[in-house]
């Protein structure tokens, strides 16, 4: 069954810190790949989407993620972090024959310190 | 205007109680979705509707019957409500299902606890 592993679930770092949140998901066949954020107490934002071509994606607020096809990643990246970027951190999955089901990864927890 | 609202956004409730969470979308999408959020902040998917159409329906317990009435609404009904049910459940719609995840929009989520 395909999945999707996050490899930290809690990530803490003061602020103008660089930030990578790691992703590796398990299928061999053609993906769509996303990272969500859940600030506290809120719902799902989209921060940035994979379909194809470039590998380099870039989002909202300044995050980027590459996709690395030959390591089965799609790491989430962003400079320098803000304290407002504390939240929860989400990496999905959806694979060419499940139509519009996402699979998500466990979350990533980042905490940044003013 | 909310474009995808869940109600309520609370909801407590006894062990062996049914209840309902409403959901509406605004957007004119054709698709809707059930994920549950268990305490561990883990997503996974339960139900999706095409069109009124249950098109996915996960390994979820038969207590929670999904219902759709129009393609603007999906609610969730669960019987017999037992301690493990608690969790956040977030509704969200997409645009087409065969192009679904391009066009996600996520509800707001109802927290259910369960007593």
């Known amino acids: 069954a395909q999945s999707v592993s996050q490899h930290n679930h809690h990530v803490i770092l003061s602020e103008a810190a660089s930030l990578e949140l790691g992703c590796n998901y398990s299928y061999g066949g053609t993906v769509n790949l996303f990272w969500y954020v859940q600030y506290p107490g809120q719902h799902l934002q989209l921060l940035l989407k994979?379909?194809?071509?470039?590998?380099l994606v870039k989002g909202i607020k300044g995050f980027e993620a590459e996709f690395i096809k030959s390591k089965f990643s799609f790491n989430l990246r962003k400079p320098s972090v803000q304290w407002s970027d504390t939240a929860e951190y989400f990496c999905a999955v959806n694979v060419d024959n499940q139509g519009g089901k996402l699979i998500f990864g466990q979350g990533t927890e980042l905490s940044v310190k003013p | 205007d909310t474009a995808v609202s869940q109600t309520p956004k609370y909801l407590v409730t006894q062990m062996g109680n049914d209840k309902s969470i409403k959901c509406e979308q605004n957007l004119g999408h054709d698709t809707m979705y059930w994920y549950k959020q268990d305490s561990k902040k883990f997503l996974k998917i339960m139900f999706s509707y095409n069109n009124k159409e249950l098109i996915i329906n996960e390994t979820v317990p038969n207590r929670f019957s999904p219902k759709s009435p129009d393609k603007a609404h999906l609610n969730l009904h669960i019987n017999s409500l037992e301690l493990g049910d608690s969790a956040v459940y977030f509704c969200?719609?997409?645009?087409?299902?065969?192009?679904?995840?391009?066009?996600?929009?996520f509800g707001s989520g109802t927290r259910l606890t369960v007593v």
């Open positions: 969200a719609s997409s645009p087409y299902f065969s192009d679904s995840p391009r066009g996600y929009t």
């Open positions: 994979y379909f194809s071509g470039d590998p």
